[in-house]
Antibody, heavy 120, light 112 residues
């Protein structure tokens, strides 16, 4: 069974850092692009970042570029999001999602999400 | 960035009746390979989003055939032929033609 499990969220002060992880199982992780998508409770979906199957292509939303870094470890079926200089407006539920292709086409499967709360 | 809009933003439907949601982009989502990079997602209450339609008109695995997607270029439509109670939630369109990937604002569907 395909599974995506996020971890690493929690409460953090503005300006601090967090590293989110997403552990994948049940599919050949190395073949698929991956995404991070976030959702402020009660609001819509915002794409945060994506990475191609081979890490050649990475990109970010303007709101996080320069502060967040996406990476993956295909040997360990893991996706990461290093979040630095966190802001209050980064507070959201963060989803890890598997693309249906090696590039960016559609977020075919989603994790349950992990809450990141930035507050003093 | 490609801007996505949806209409209506809210829809109340009688079970068994059809429903339709429109999604528009400010740039064509048609790539040279002939595919429109437009997807539809449903987020049911308390759940993660789920993929319904990919590349404009292709139904995702396990999605009931009452859901269909159509359109090309900048104008797309999601149709539900006969709404069921389990179809309530927020529907989002998303473009994956170029980064940053962008979502529409969402359409809330509930049952009358």
């Amino acid at each position: 069974e395909m599974q995506l499990v996020e971890s690493g969220g929690g409460l953090v002060q503005p300006g601090r850092s967090l590293r989110l992880s997403c552990t994948a199982s049940g599919f050949p992780f190395e073949d698929y692009a991956m995404h991070w998508v976030r959702q402020i409770p009660g609001a819509g979906l915002e794409w945060v970042s994506g990475i191609s199957w081979n890490s050649v292509r990475m990109d970010y939303a303007a709101s996080v570029r320069g502060r967040f870094t996406i990476s993956r470890d295909n040997a360990n079926n893991s996706l990461y999001l290093q979040m630095n200089n966190l802001r209050i407006e980064d507070t959201a539920l963060y989803y890890c999602a598997k693309d249906m292709s090696g590039g960016f086409a559609a977020a075919e499967n989603w994790g349950q999400g992990i809450l990141v709360m930035v507050s003093s | 960035d490609i801007v996505m809009t949806q209409s209506p933003l809210s829809l109340s439907v009688t079970p068994g009746e059809p429903a339709s949601i429109s999604c528009r982009s400010n740039q064509s989502l048609l790539r040279s390979n002939g595919y429109n990079y437009l997807d539809w997602y449903l987020q049911k209450p308390g759940q993660s989003p789920q993929l319904l339609i990919y590349l404009g008109s292709h139904r995702a695995s396990g999605v009931p055939d009452r859901f269909s997607g159509s359109g090309s270029g900048t104008d797309f439509t999601l149709k539900i032929s006969r709404v069921e109670a389990e179809d309530v939630g927020f529907y989002y369109c998303m473009q994956a033609l170029q980064t940053p990937v962008t979502f529409g604002p969402g359409t809330k569907v509930d049952i009358k």
